[in-house]
């Protein structure tokens, strides 16, 4: 299943995209897509459902984050070999951790706004991962069926405010609209692979980050297994897993994100998404 929620900021609705392309109406149905409403029990309820019984929403407008909130927003840092590379930093012999604001969460297309005192706002192609049920000491060879489902992420940074003024890296990575998640939830089922999926993303027209997720460090199933040993993951939490090379802050000279800028991201079979940067407040 593709699962996606259209409409108005702060209003959006839940849907479902159908063979045909179009979007069906599941709010009649289901709450919205966040916490219990993406775990696998929840996922289960909604394949049950007559599809072709759903009402076709004609005109869906605008699309918003394929989750309607988060219980926690989660990142993998330096997991593919090229983009460490690019850094100039050693690969990790373990996974590195951290978080961005839940409230950096954003709609696919929404504009992506430089913040207050940035100067080095930069793009992070990722695949995203959403756990679909609570998951602790979980092993790699289960780990997988753990996951709901699958999206695209744009994991943008503030490289300036991440590296360069102490303390984690949290801060350059949480500002209002760093953290675009759609357009779909794609469910778990329709990816048997996720270490074989072709990820890019196009700044200007301009191809600066193409690559597959068979380059991660780290695979899908790695990650979470090693997350769940040091804390309990919960449906709807999401995991962006890193970004391959590419980014702004590996190019000679590095390259950073300007007011008219446009991003358009993509993780093959999850969608398509596309950004217009914007000037700060």
Request: aromatic share 6%.
């Amino acid at each position: 299943m593709k699962l996606l929620r259209y409409g108005p900021q702060g209003q959006e609705k839940p849907g479902l995209l159908d063979a045909d392309g179009a979007v069906r109406d599941l709010s009649g149905a289901v709450p919205d897509f966040a916490g219990a409403g993406v775990s696998l029990t929840a996922l289960d309820q909604i394949r049950a459902l007559d599809v072709a019984a759903l009402p076709v929403v004609a005109e869906p407008g605008r699309i918003g984050s394929c989750l309607g909130w988060v219980p926690n927003f989660f990142c993998v840092g330096l997991n593919y070999s090229k983009h460490a590379a690019e850094t100039g930093a050693t690969p990790p012999a373990e996974p590195i951790l951290f978080s961005k604001a839940t409230s950096s969460l954003s709609g696919p297309n929404d504009p992506v706004q430089i913040p207050r005192d940035s100067v080095k706002t930069d793009w992070e192609v990722e695949l995203g991962v959403v756990i679909g049920c609570d998951t602790l000491y979980v092993s790699e060879a289960d780990a997988l069926n753990h996951v709901a489902g699958y999206c695209v992420i744009n994991d943008v940074s503030e490289r300036a405010f991440q590296a360069e003024m102490g303390g984690q890296w949290i801060k350059g990575k949480s500002a209002p609209t760093f953290g675009p998640t759609g357009p779909w939830l794609v469910t778990a089922d329709e990816v048997p692979d996720p270490q074989a999926l072709d990820l890019s993303l196009v700044l200007n027209g301009e191809t600066v980050q193409d690559s597959n997720t068979n380059d991660m460090i780290f695979s899908v199933a790695e990650i979470v297994s090693y997350m769940s040993r040091f804390m309990k993951l919960q449906a709807g939490d999401v995991i962006a897993t890193g970004t391959p090379s590419g980014v702004g802050l590996g190019m000679t000279p590095q390259r950073f994100l300007s007011p008219g800028d446009v991003m358009e991201v993509t993780v093959q079979g999850l969608g398509s998404q596309r950004q217009e940067v914007i000037a700060p407040a």
